[in-house]
């Protein structure tokens, strides 16, 4: 998720920066052009990262919460994110707690299995006592 996170995040200053700011002064300076339309894709990057609703956001609130897993990550996804023209959950998905985002590139699946796990990759005890303990700044 993260990875195809970053590559619409790209996508997105790719068409803005070489299509769209090209298009715009192209069109200043009078030059004859054929205009190039591309999808906008600012819904998916909300459906993933927009505060309070996004998948990421989810996921950092059930990794907050107490007795959170993978599952509860997924239910709350499904009723927070059903209804989004980029999310998709069927019937399958949801037995298999997989759930599917429309990129820009194509639909990809993903399975919620050690989202939860994996989010909660905290430094060792020892390695926060010791930063904590440093005389040098950061």
Known sequence: L?????????QQQ????????EQEEYEREGIQWSFISFPENQDVLDLIDKKGSGILN????????????DKTFANDIY???????????????????QFGVHHYAG?????????????RDELPK???ELLLSSTNEF
């Open 58 to 69: 989810i996921l950092d609130d059930q990794c907050r919460a107490p007795g959170t897993t």
């Open 107 to 119: 639909t990809v699946e993903y399975d919620t299995e050690g989202f939860v796990e994996k989010n």
């Open 2 to 10: 993260c990875i195809n996170y970053c590559n619409e995040a790209l």
């Open 14 to 21: 790719f068409n803005l920066f070489v299509l769209k700011k």
């Open 79 to 97: 009723q927070k994110c059903t209804g989004h023209t980029r999310f998709e959950a069927n019937f399958r998905q949801v037995g298999a707690r």
């Open 126 to 128: 020892e390695a926060t």
